[in-house]
Each structure stands twice: as structure tokens, then as C-alpha cells.
């Protein structure tokens, strides 16, 4: 649950207290790590501040969904083992065999393969759309259609769709608007205030910050519903230890002050990405000419720390630069204080390949961290050749 008393302090006063008040017995500032699986009982049923089994509830995890709600804006904050249990959990408490989903074009090859290979087993059918498109969305509706699926910025072609539009398509249809805020985090972007009935983190990324865990979480506005995740997420299991809840809560204190410096670094770097003879394209939301950048400037705070770019000489070349870089890391995941590069087709979005989603072979995306920029540049400049 949200707490309240944290409701019109701004973002960067609720990442640091929300969820994290003083432990009562000691006065210790953060938030223990109760690394414990079970509780003593007072009597049957006498259970001191409602917690039994930590399956159900943990105070370092309580913490955490408290923190995530009031970031986002909600009423209910759950966190999860990863973002695809997260997804998981949230796409068996909303369907049922037979309902049917809209997802996006571009998207994280983690959550088509979901859809793809495990939920439509259970009758659950899907139909792919260009959320950044309200015709192409409302074409994919059927009378079935329970979830539309949207990331924005979406991954890796980092597309932009206008939340508040596709949330009136969505009520429209009698859907459930589902968000993946990964690559904005709470501090750019608030799916919720734009409609969004639900929100969804790999807190992997972002949140956490420094590429040392793996979580997930959902929030949503609606208690009701929020009962219900919670439900399934117990009934499920694939809750959060304490120490994940731990290190994440501890990443998001520094969220704010973060996600200024990644934003800032990328602009230099796509700059610099621009200018060079042998980048053919870059995307992102940032630039003018991208198509979803007005729309980007109005729903988003900044556009962030994630950068795609094409390169000439197709995808061997494409390939082999990922591979000269001395800075930037090669390696999956993204939104770590360190700046990471990879081939999408071959890498994150293997899974994809052969179906509506597939990325181009000669695409790089680069996750831009908060080290020197002239550093970042040069860098990508000299693997650029």
C-alpha cells in the first residue's frame, strides 16, 4: 500500500523516504534486511504487523512496494524475482483462456517470448500493433482483447506512444492498459497519471542502478486490482527476497540524481553519433526529427539514458564494432551506472527473430551511463573507426 503522508512531497524527497522509515527498535535509518522466512505468532493467528511467512510479506519487501507506489503514483506496489515474473503474474491475474492481447511492434524480446511461447499455450491469443499509432492499435482490438501491451520508450527501436490516447483506446474497448516504464523510470515518465491502469518494471535496470540484482514490480492506482496481483502473488511465489527489496530500495535513493546525468551523457552522445560518416541512423526520442518526440516532450520529464543506433556496413559490421569499445561493456541489460553496448538481433532480441518484431541486423543499442561523457564519446568514436 502507498503511504500517504509521502502524497505532495516531490519525486526526489519520496525516492529517498517513502517505504523507508526509522526501524522502531534500534532508530536505524534504513531499513533492516529481515532475512527471515517466518514469524513468531502471538496465539493463533496473532500475527504482529500482519506477517506469518515471508512468501506473503516481508518488512524489507513491504518497504520496497510501499517506495515503488509512491513513485509511480499508485495506490499498491508489488515486487517480484524479476520483471518477467512480474509480467507473468500480472498477464494470469488478468487473463483467462480464450481473451486476447494487443502488443507492440517493437518490445522487449523477454515479454514477446511470454506471450509467444508460454501464455498462448493456455489459449491466451495475441496481435501485434504499432502503439505509436492509434489506427494500428484500434485494428488490433477484438472483441477478446482484455491487455494492450505498450513500452514506451519501447525496446530497442525506442518508439514512443502517446499513453493518455492509447488509455482512451483501452476504456474504449473495455482493455487494461499495461505500461513498461523500465526504460523512462518513475523519475521521466508516470504511466499512471496519464491513465495507464497498470505499470510495469524490470528493476533490474533503473531502479536499481548498478547492475548487482534482478527484481520486477507492478503498480497500479486501483486497489481492487491491486488486491488481486497481490493475491496471485502469493498464491504464485515468485516474490522478492529481502536483500534484492534491500539493494533496490538502496538504488533508488539515487534514482533522480541518476537519471539526470544518464540523460544528460546521451544527448552528447548522440550528438556525436549523428555526426558521424559511418552511423546511418539514430534513434532517439530526443531528437526533433524522431516521430514520437513531441509526444515524448509532453509525456516525458527527459528522454533518457538509452540510445539505438544503425551503422553502415550491415550486421557484421554492427557486430564488430559492439566489439572494439574499451568503455562501454558488452553485455545485456541496460541502466546501470556503467555504459553498456549490444547487438539486439543476436543478443536481447534473439527471440524475436522471424516474427513481426524482428530489429534490424546493422542496429546497436548502447544503455549510456553516468561516466565522463567526452570519455563515452570518444569511445564509441574510435569502435566506430
Known sequence: MSDDSHEHQSFETRAIHAGNTADPQTGAVVPPIYQVSTYKQDGVGGLRGGYEYSRSANPTRT?????????????????????????????RTLLSPGD??????????????????????????WS?????????????????????WVETPSNP??????????????????AKLVVDNTFASPYLQQ???????????SLTKYMGGHSDVVGGALVTADEALGEELAYHQNAMGAVAGPFDSWVVLRGIKTLAVRMDRHAENAAKVVEALKRHPKVTKVLYPG??????????????RN??????????????????????????????????VES??????????????????????????????IENADDLVADLVQALG
Not at 500493433?129 to 491487455?147: H, L
Not at 518508439?159 to 474504449?172: H, L, V, W
Not at 504511466?191 to 518494471?201: I, S, T, Y
Not at 550491415?314 to 545485456?332: M, Q, Y
Request: negative net charge.
Open 157 to 174: 527501436l525506442l518508439g514512443i506512444t502517446d499513453i493518455a490516447m492509447t488509455a482512451q483506446i483501452a476504456r474504449e474497448a473495455g
Open 100 to 125: 486476447h492481447v494487443v502488443i507492440p511492434n517493437d518490445a522487449y524480446g523477454g515479454t514477446f517470448r511470454l506471450f509467444a511461447k508460454v501464455v498462448s499455450r493456455w489459449g491466451v491469443e
Open 63 to 91: 518497504a520496497l512496494e510501499e517506495n515503488l507506489a509512491a513513485l509511480e503514483g499508485g495506490r499498491r506496489g508489488l515486487a517480484f524475482a524479476s520483471g518477467l515474473a512480474a509480467e507473468d503474474c500480472l498477464l
Open 287 to 300: 531528437l526533433p526529427e524522431h516521430p514520437g518526440h513531441e509526444i515524448a516532450a509532453k509525456q516525458m
Open 191 to 201: 504511466p499512471l497519471a496519464l491513465g495507464a491502469d497498470v505499470v510495469v518494471h
Open 128 to 148: 501485434v500493433a504499432d502503439t505509436s499509432d492509434a489506427d494500428s492499435v484500434r485494428a488490433a482490438i477484438t472483441p477478446k482483447t482484455k491487455v494492450i
Open 340 to 369: 553498456l553496448i549490444e547487438h539486439p538481433g543476436r543478443m536481447t532480441h534473439a527471440s524475436v527473430a522471424g516474427s513481426a518484431l524482428e530489429v534490424p541486423a546493422d542496429l546497436i543499442r548502447v544503455s549510456v551511463g
Open 303 to 336: 528522454f533518457g539514458g538509452m540510445v539505438s543506433f544503425q551503422v553502415a556496413g550491415g550486421e557484421e559490421e554492427a557486430v564488430a564494432v559492439c566489439g572494439r569499445t574499451k568503455i562501454f561493456t558488452l553485455a545485456e541489460s541496460l541502466g546501470g
